[in-house]
């Protein structure tokens, strides 16, 4: 019996919504994956998405964009295999939970959604660069 590779989701910023230091770590982190010999997957755009896509291929990785639009050519050019939806951001969900973990880096409210769905799931989550202060607030 075959085992299947492991699936990683690295979410963050969009390209309004990242600093450089968010990209630079991206890329690094999709280097390491697919140094690891596991599959990325993320929201296929730009940004952290794009840069992370452009890490893992860089060490001659697979990536799988999952897309916010129905429109395929959408994707960064580093995605291997493209999955239009036409959901949007309720695409946050897919992306989420098609991993067998999410990385968390620096990102806004579409990152934070996308972290709170992996939560909800049971998916192991490593934030990065901040989301820790956020997991730990109990309200009080």
Request: aromatic share 6%; charged share 15%.
């Amino acid at each position: 019996m075959s085992q299947h590779p492991i699936y990683i989701s690295v979410i963050g910023g969009d390209r309004d919504h990242t600093t450089p230091e968010g990209l630079k770590l991206a890329e690094e982190v999709g280097r390491h994956i697919a140094e690891a010999g596991c599959i990325l997957v993320n929201g296929g755009m730009g940004g952290t998405m794009e840069r992370a896509a452009k890490g893992a291929k860089s060490a001659g990785g697979t990536t799988i964009g999952i897309l916010s639009t129905t429109e395929r050519n959408q994707a960064n050019p580093y995605i291997d295999y493209a999955i239009p939806t036409p959901l949007g951001f309720v695409r946050n969900v897919l992306v989420a939970n098609a991993s067998d973990a999410v990385i968390a880096l620096p990102g806004k409210w579409g990152t934070s959604n996308e972290l709170s769905f992996a939560m909800i799931a049971g998916v192991p989550v490593v934030a990065l660069e901040g989301w820790e202060a956020n997991l730990l607030y109990d309200g009080g």
